[in-house]
């Protein structure tokens, strides 16, 4: 289970180069380097017993750095486990008089770890460093501005820039342009300095329409469908107090067309929400001024009820001792699949409106950031193929989440076991990317040979989006990120993915191109757990992962067989050449389809 400095990023797949490289308690001269200093009080630790999930207890020694804690095993110099402060959620103290105490360090990736610590001092210390450590807030303190990655051969900042990503939407289109309203970030701060719409919308009405709108999060181009039909995606109007705004009715009326064409609005809230929205000023398209529009209220539950279902879901997990009857019930009482069932309904709701109906359409909830985010890059895997490869993944990730303004370092800030004052306060925790990470995962199930990469993929983007050496989901939008220099300063998770010798382990061995809309069933019977992301940690999947190694192999062994085909039966087809010119084979004898 181990490998020498590192960090598992799933059990199974453990990485070395994602992890490796030290870094100094303390950098010489460094203002940031004296405050991690500062909080390290015991930096090693000796006589330390490590507890993990599924492996033996293991005795060895505790270190403390600015950005890990790293422990070493007396009895193999290769078991090491590297550890970020950044992941830890949060930490559970039982004190055992002078001898000490066990600290159970519970990490956002649902893990939890014991570290039997000898010495009522060093106990103490260690609590303290690591609790100190694990709530720094300032993301310019965070490891990516300190780790030193090898030289990629491409720059994954500039992999998915925002002008190459949209020029493909409107590619072949006069109807829509790429706004530069937003490029000091002062009409929407969540939104990138470059958005799509509709041409005949000026970058004035534009300015009115973000007034109009929550946060500033006015309707912007997410999908053009080769069949002509749009998705636009945004926040809820500002319809309170019976106010209208005439631009936001041009611009959204702009999406369809000339033709008298009709639209959708799916908004991912309840309808009772929505009214009460309306009450505290904000609201929803009424039809009186927005004829063109059906409004569909599929409602997706919102951040709280979300973490509550996960945490609820874990817990049954984290139980060993229960009967398969108690943990069904814990199961379906978690609520946690009747939240991918509604998100993948919703989605699949939007995906028939445009290619089905050819309609197009527009998704909010409340603030566009969540659900929003969810439905519509989901969507867009149900319809575009190119999605369905790691490198449209990426694309749509970027696109959708990154770019759109997901707030990862908040929505990321604590999981599922966050401290009960935080958790209750909310602070906008969410397992949101989660939550759509499962929804895919859910479509891979189903869809085996469609889809381009692996279970292990997802996972990876699980971990790094939690706590990374790579600056990729750091900040909550790219404003932010900016603000930070993220991109001078820190290396991008895409560059290590997209690496020759690092891809193959993202790559599924069954796959095979699908240019087809796929259609993923929400039947309750069609949805299931997903063991790779909520069993690692209790469950031995080694077998399972022994046979997905296999088919890698039987995979690369038929790839490496059919090129010597290809190369023999050129081979064949010159010599046959050659004998047809010296008059040795008549060309009548030549096999047909060589």
Not at 213 to 239: A, C, E, N
Not at 319 to 330: A, E, K, P, S
Request: charged share 25%; proline share 5%; glycine share 6%.
């Amino acid at each position: 289970m181990q490998r020498r400095k590192s960090y598992p990023a799933t059990p199974h797949q453990v990485t070395a180069r994602s992890w490796s490289g030290r870094i100094p308690v303390r950098s010489r001269g460094s203002r940031l380097g004296m405050e991690f200093a500062d909080y390290i009080r015991t930096p090693k630790c000796d006589r330390v017993v490590l507890h993990q999930p599924l492996c033996a207890p293991m005795d060895g020694t505790l270190c403390l750095t600015g950005h890990h804690f790293i422990f070493s095993s007396r009895q193999s110099e290769e078991d090491e486990v590297w550890v970020l402060h950044r992941l830890i959620d949060g930490l559970d103290r039982r004190p055992n008089g002078m001898m000490g105490g066990s600290l159970s360090v519970k990490c956002k990736d649902m893990r939890i770890l014991v570290l039997d610590i000898h010495g009522v001092e060093e106990f103490n210390n260690i609590s303290h460093t690591l609790e100190a450590l694990s709530n720094i807030d300032d993301i310019r303190l965070a490891y990516p501005f300190f780790f030193r990655s090898s030289p990629s051969v491409e720059d994954g900042w500039s992999e998915f820039s925002t002008e190459h990503e949209f020029s493909k939407l409107i590619m072949s289109s006069e109807d829509w342009r790429i706004s530069h309203v937003n490029d000091d970030f002062k009409v929407c701060e969540s939104y990138p300095r470059r958005v799509v719409v509709p041409s005949s919308v000026t970058d004035d009405e534009l300015v009115r329409v973000a007034l109009f709108r929550h946060g500033g999060r006015f309707p912007v181009l997410s999908y053009r469908h080769h069949k002509g039909s749009v998705l636009l995606r945004s926040s809820q109007p500002m319809t309170g107090n019976q106010r209208r705004c005439r631009e936001d009715e041009k611009l959204i009326n702009a999406a369809l067309g000339s033709g008298g064409q009709k639209g959708y609005i799916i908004d991912t809230r309840t309808q009772n929400l929505a009214l009460t929205a309306k009450n505290r000023g904000g609201g929803f398209e009424p039809e009186s001024h927005y004829p063109q529009w059906r409004r569909v209220h599929k409602p997706i539950d919102r951040h709280a009820a979300q973490l509550d279902s996960l945490q609820r879901l874990v817990e049954g997990l984290n139980d060993q001792n229960q009967t398969v009857d108690r943990w069904l019930g814990r199961l379906v009482s978690s609520n946690w699949m009747s939240h991918v069932k509604d998100t993948l309904n919703c989605a699949c709701l939007v995906a028939q409106c445009l290619d089905q109906e050819v309609t197009s359409v527009l998704v909010h909830g409340a603030d566009g950031m969540d659900s929003t985010l969810q439905v519509s890059s989901l969507a867009q895997l149900i319809l575009s193929p190119d999605c369905r490869t790691i490198r449209g993944f990426e694309a749509l990730v970027e696109r959708e989440w990154l770019q759109a303004g997901h707030p990862f370092t908040t929505r990321h800030r604590h999981s599922v076991y966050a401290p009960p004052l935080t958790r209750d306060r909310g602070h906008g925790m969410a397992p949101s990317f989660l939550l759509f990470l499962d929804c895919v995962w859910q479509v891979t199930h189903q869809f085996v040979t469609s889809f381009e990469f692996n279970d292990t993929f997802l996972l990876d983007l699980f971990q790094h989006s939690y706590a990374s050496q790579y600056g990729t989901f750091l900040g909550d939008n790219v404003c932010e990120r900016e603000r930070v220099q993220l991109r001078e300063r820190t290396c991008s998770l895409w560059s290590y993915v997209n690496r020759p010798e690092v891809l193959p382990l993202y790559l599924n061995p069954l796959y095979e191109p699908n240019k087809q809309v796929i259609w993923p069933s929400v039947a309750p019977m069609s949805l299931t757990l997903w063991p790779g992301m909520y069993l690692r940690w209790s469950v031995d999947l080694t077998s399972q992962n022994n046979a997905l190694n296999r088919a890698h192999e039987i995979h690369e062994e038929h790839v490496k067989l059919k090129a010597k085909a290809c190369k023999l039966r050129r081979r064949l087809q010159d010599l046959q050449q050659e004998a047809v010119t010296r008059d040795l084979l008549q060309p009548a004898a030549t096999p047909e389809g060589l």
